[in-house]
């Protein structure tokens, strides 16, 4: 079943999240240069849900991350196995 065409209004919409979105992470790259993130006494005052949400968000990413490096390092292995 064919997709339905977007209205201009909602690429307009979209469009602006996308750019809401780069500046959002743009500001939290910055963010996290802080040194007070490396500090037990920091996290202490932070809101309890808050803390366990990034800390998952950080799980994820690892896990992410590891598995992109098991495709890169297969590919290599894959070509290797070739020569």
């Known amino acids: 079943m064919p997709r339905r065409k977007l209205t201009d209004g909602e690429k307009k919409k979209m469009a602006e999240a996308r750019a809401r979105s780069r500046k959002?992470?743009?500001?939290?790259?910055?963010?996290?240069?802080?040194?007070?993130?490396?500090?037990?006494?920091?996290?202490?005052?932070?809101?309890?849900?808050?803390?366990?949400?990034?800390?998952?968000?950080?799980?994820?990413?690892?896990?992410?991350?590891?598995?992109?490096?098991?495709?890169e390092l297969e590919k290599e292995l894959t070509r290797l196995k070739a020569e």
Request: hydrophobic residues 45%; aromatic residues 6%; proline residues 2%.
């Open 24 to 71: 959002e992470k743009e500001a939290a790259l910055e963010a996290v240069n802080n040194p007070q993130l490396c500090k037990a006494s920091f996290w202490k005052a932070v809101d309890y849900d808050l803390m366990i949400a990034v800390e998952d968000a950080i799980e994820a990413s690892k896990k992410q991350r590891k598995l992109a490096r098991i495709k």
